[in-house]
Nanobody, 114 residues
Framework: VQLQASGGGLVQPGGSLRLSCAAA????????IGWYRRPPGKQREFVAD???????NYSDSVKGRFTISRNNVYRTMYLQMNNLKPEDTAVYYC?????????WGQGTLVTVSS
């Protein structure tokens, strides 16, 4: 199982970014897959996930600003992040569960600062 996150960078408050997570090594279309983040000096926290049926869940802190989606043909998950705030600064990870084990991507850094 491989997860490759990309798309992070430096953005001003109020700006937007789109993260991508490319997946390989498992039946992508059957899995729930999600985004987590680790803010500086804090523990990793849930951001959003999307099921095989395209049902979505969001943390309260990002609801209404972030949108998670997936493309099963390209085996890729996305996180569209709008109206970014400094508190969204974090390393963002994609994660899935396969055969009762969690798999994590390597993370991509998002910095929201003026």
């Amino acid at each position: 199982v491989q997860l490759q996150a990309s798309g992070g960078g430096l953005v001003q408050p109020g700006g937007s970014l789109r993260l991508s997570c490319a997946a390989a090594g498992f039946n992508f279309r059957l899995n729930t897959i999600g985004w987590y983040r680790r803010p500086p000096g804090k523990q990793r926290e849930f951001v959003a996930d999307i099921t095989s049926g395209h049902s979505t869940n969001y943390s309260d802190s990002v609801k209404g600003r972030f949108t998670i989606s997936r493309n099963n043909v390209y085996r890729t998950m996305y996180l569209q992040m709008n109206n970014l705030k400094p508190e969204d600064t974090a390393v963002y990870y994609c994660k899935t569960e396969y055969k009762n084990r969690d798999y994590w991507g390597q993370g991509t850094l998002v910095t929201v600062s003026s």
